[in-house]
């Protein structure tokens, strides 16, 4: 098994509401991200989890909770998002954060629409 | 041809022909680069990586040539064809935990 599974694959979402965004690996891998990707843009970092602890904050606004209940889950918990949050939101693993030591493999990603 | 502009550079290349994307990487310490295809709705996918002991790496069909002296790295993919229609952006490290940093992009268009 060499996926990465995100659920939903397409969210639409309004200011004042709450949602989540769910990733899942079978692969043993104990490095988990999320990325947030803007159209015709490359993805941006937004968190790191290493051995299910946060290991990077690249400066999120708090409306952004990122959880990782254990090794094989990441979620993202979405709280009253601005439009300007809506994009691609993108999943993905690794062995070890030490990304040398092997691929990073992505999920297909979750669209957001926050209205 | 190759567009560079406000949108995201493009590349359109004959089916059957060579095609070469480029990447003008920006961390003098980096020493490991990733090349990804992003095809329209789905996530980046790995085609080929390198280290920095290396200048040259080839997988089927594809090659990645690293110059470390000028910062730059190329993905070259041998008689192009309509599938490898999508986004490529490099990516890189300095390695340890230091999270990778994505390239701009490059669209290449394969034109049957």
């Known amino acids: 098994d060499t996926e990465v599974t995100q659920t939903p694959k397409h969210l639409v979402m309004g200011m004042t509401n709450k949602k989540s965004l769910k990733c899942e690996q079978h692969?043993?891998?104990?490095?988990m991200y999320w990325y947030k990707q803007k159209a015709k843009k490359p993805p941006e970092l937004m968190f790191v989890y290493s051995y299910e602890k946060l290991s990077i904050n690249e400066s999120v606004p708090s409306r952004f909770s990122p959880e990782c209940p254990n090794s094989s889950l990441l979620n993202l918990h979405l709280h009253a998002l601005q439009p300007e949050d809506s994009a691609l939101y993108l999943c993905?693993?690794?062995?070890?954060?030490?990304?040398?030591?092997?691929?990073?493999?992505f999920g297909e990603g979750s669209r957001l629409t926050v209205l | 041809g190759e567009s560079v502009g406000l949108h995201l550079p493009t590349l359109s290349v004959q089916e059957g022909d060579n095609s070469i994307i480029n990447c003008a990487y920006s961390?003098?310490?980096?020493?490991?680069f990733i090349w990804y295809k992003q095809e329209s709705g789905k996530g980046p996918q790995f085609i080929i990586d390198i280290r920095s002991n290396m200048d040259k790496r080839q997988g089927q069909r594809v090659t990645v040539l690293l110059n470390k002296t000028v910062k730059h790295l190329s993905l070259q993919i041998a008689a192009t064809q309509p599938g490898d229609s999508a986004v490529y952006f490099c990516a890189e490290t300095p390695g340890g935990n230091t999270p990778l940093v994505f390239g701009k992009g490059t669209r290449l268009s394969v034109i049957a």
């Open positions: 993905a693993s690794s062995l070890r954060q030490e990304v040398s030591t092997g691929e990073l493999f």
């Open positions: 961390n003098s310490a980096s020493d490991y």
């Open positions: 692969m043993g891998h104990r490095a």
